[in-house]
């Protein structure tokens, strides 16, 4: 929200991101008896919507609608600390590479096209390239002859310190060029912390090759 405009103050039902939804695509192989591999393809997707930006008297300027969308390929090794034929308890821990794109959709009312200096409703599209890192633990159980199912608890590390526009653009802040760096209105860079303690299910099936 810190390209707001100067003494704009938000409501509505959410007025930041408080939570991300996640899958992950990938391969695991055994290294051996006590570690494992894993590449996989990760996706991060956060919306808050039906926010409203008024000035100081109350007057609605504009709706706001913020779209976080990450594509994050990782490598993790686990660690098996204890194992049965049914059971395995493991640590983990892993780095990637996350491509994050940032929308903020701006629906203006008369007032807060006025107000705020800008022609039109606009769409601001930014993104960065961040590396990113996790790690945690995992319970898995056989689940049937050759599949599992694993409770994960970890911790993301995915802090955005920059972000670049996508495209030329009029904004509230003024006109922007495509890969111009991201404001605030105090004139700051804008970020994001996209990590934070997560809680995974996942689902293996396992294939043996001879």
């Not at 490598?75 to 204890?82: D, F, H, R, V, Y």
């Not at 030329?168 to 922007?176: P, Y």
């Amino acid at each position: 929200m810190g390209g707001a405009g100067s003494n704009v103050t938000f409501s509505g039902a959410k007025t930041k991101h408080t939570g991300n939804f996640s899958g992950e695509l990938g391969f695991l192989t055994n290294l051996g008896e006590v570690v494992s591999f894993r590449v996989g393809a990760e996706v991060l997707q956060s919306r808050v919507s039906d926010i409203i930006g008024s000035d100081s008297g109350g007057t609605k300027l504009y709706n706001l609608t913020s779209e976080v969308f990450v594509f994050n390929p990782v490598a993790t090794l686990e660690l098996n600390i204890s194992t049965s034929d049914s059971f395995r308890f493991s640590v983990f821990g892993g780095v990637g590479l996350a491509d994050v794109s940032v929308d903020n959709k701006y629906a203006f009312t008369s007032s807060g096209l006025s107000t705020l200096g800008v022609s039109s409703d606009y769409t601001e599209k930014s993104g960065a390239l961040v590396i990113s890192a996790h790690y945690g633990a995992q319970i898995e159980f056989a689940f049937a002859d050759t599949s599992s199912m694993a409770l994960e608890l970890g911790y993301r590390y995915m802090p955005v310190k920059e972000l670049k526009y996508k495209g030329d653009e009029s904004t509230i802040l003024g006109a922007v060029s495509k890969n111009d760096t991201v404001l605030n209105t105090d004139g700051s860079n804008r970020n994001l912390d996209l990590g934070g303690f997560y809680a995974a299910l996942a689902f293996r099936f396992y294939i043996a090759f001879l």
